[in-house]
């Protein structure tokens, strides 16, 4: 099983600032790796898929880079309605599927 | 406009069972993977189950292998999840997701609860 990590598990930062989350495998998923976002109450939303490709209707400040075991997903100016919970995800070699813990992105 | 719709969550005993339905709209049922995704109350999205396009393949995590089965019904648009001999660690909103490779179009979830 591919195991995914996440850090920060936290991250605190103001509005209009640069946000850096990351994600790490346990062992090369390629590209096969995908970021979604979750606020409260609400179901994931996609936001990234094939490690850098933007899915449909997500903003450009969302960016995804990376291949192998290192990913990161940045956000270029983060928004209010960008606070939320980040997850990654592995499909390169499943089963079984597997997500990182999440980073909570909040307000600073 | 792609719509997934759970139905079927509730609060069961521990050893007892549930069916979830997940209905689909607005794309080809048919032509897609379809998944199961779970949430723990505050804990983080943990796979299910996946089901190839015609029902011939079947994939579980291991937590969940010879408890739950997942099925469809094409001709209904429809995805199900069977889950039997429940236990307190199961409970979590459940979400059906379309599969590409990724999970491109998610339900908004049922409330799974397993207490006595």
């Known amino acids: 099983e591919i195991v995914m990590t996440q850090s920060p598990a936290t991250l605190s930062v103001s509005p209009g600032e640069r946000a850096t989350l990351s994600c790490r495998a346990s062992?090369?998923?390629?590209?096969?790796l995908a970021w979604y976002q979750q606020k409260p109450g609400q179901a994931p939303r996609l936001l990234i898929y094939?490690?850098?490709t933007r899915a449909t209707g997500i903003p450009a400040r969302f960016s995804g880079s990376g291949s192998g075991t290192e990913f990161t997903l940045t956000i270029s100016s983060l928004q209010s309605e960008d606070f939320a919970v980040y997850y990654c995800?592995?499909?390169?070699?499943?089963?079984?599927?597997?997500f990182g813990q999440g980073t909570r992105l909040e307000i600073k | 406009e792609v719509q997934l719709v759970e139905s079927g969550g509730g609060l069961v005993q521990p050893g007892g069972s549930l069916r979830l339905s997940c209905a689909a709209s607005g794309f080809t049922f048919s032509s897609y993977w379809m998944s199961w995704v779970r949430q723990a109350p505050g804990k983080g999205l943990e796979w299910v189950a996946n089901?190839?396009?015609?029902?011939?393949?079947?994939y579980y995590v291991d937590s969940v292998k010879g408890r739950f089965t997942i099925s469809r019904d094409n001709a209904k648009n429809s995805l199900y999840l069977q889950m039997n001999s429940l236990r307190a660690e199961d409970t979590a909103v459940y979400y059906c997701?379309?599969?590409?490779?990724?999970?491109?179009?998610w339900g908004q979830g049922t409330l799974v609860t397993v207490s006595s």
């Open positions: 997701a379309r599969v590409l490779y990724e999970f491109d179009y």
């Open positions: 094939g490690a850098s």
């Open positions: 995800q592995q499909y390169n070699n499943w089963p079984p599927v597997t």
């Open positions: 089901i190839k396009q015609d029902g011939s393949e079947k």
């Open positions: 062992q090369s998923v390629s590209s096969n």
